[in-house]
């Protein structure tokens, strides 16, 4: 079946970065297509970005421009990459395998002063 273990998050002042990754057991993650959510407290599940198994890269219109999705077939690994995060950035984030709807365990992201 596999697992996701998500990692990088942590406090952060607004305009500052972090890098979020997403390590991959028991498959290659480039086998599928690869996807972050993200969950404020309070609010729903939502979409951040996807990074399909060609290379292509598809991004929420509320982070494109800040977060780059990657992936390192090397390490199995994808990572998203987050600059100018904003406090309304602050969520749990989840990275999500397709196939086989595999996720990660969530890693916190809080963006404050």
């Known amino acids: 079946q596999g697992r996701l273990v998500d990692s990088g998050g942590g406090l952060v002042q607004p305009g500052g970065s972090l890098r979020l990754s997403c390590a991959a057991s028991?498959?290659?993650?480039?086998?599928?297509?690869l996807k972050w959510f993200r969950q404020a407290p309070g609010k729903e599940r939502e979409w951040v970005a996807t990074?399909?198994?060609?290379?292509?890269?598809y991004y929420a219109d509320s982070v494109s421009g800040r977060f780059t999705i990657s992936g390192d077939n090397a390490k199995n690994t994808a990572y998203l990459q987050m600059n100018s995060l904003k406090p309304e950035d602050t969520a749990v984030y989840y990275c999500?395998?397709?196939?086989?709807?595999?996720w990660g365990q969530g890693t916190q992201v809080t963006v404050s002063s």
């Open positions: 028991g498959f290659a993650f480039s086998t599928s297509s």
């Open positions: 999500r395998r397709d196939l086989g709807d595999i």
């Open positions: 990074l399909i198994s060609n290379g292509d890269t």
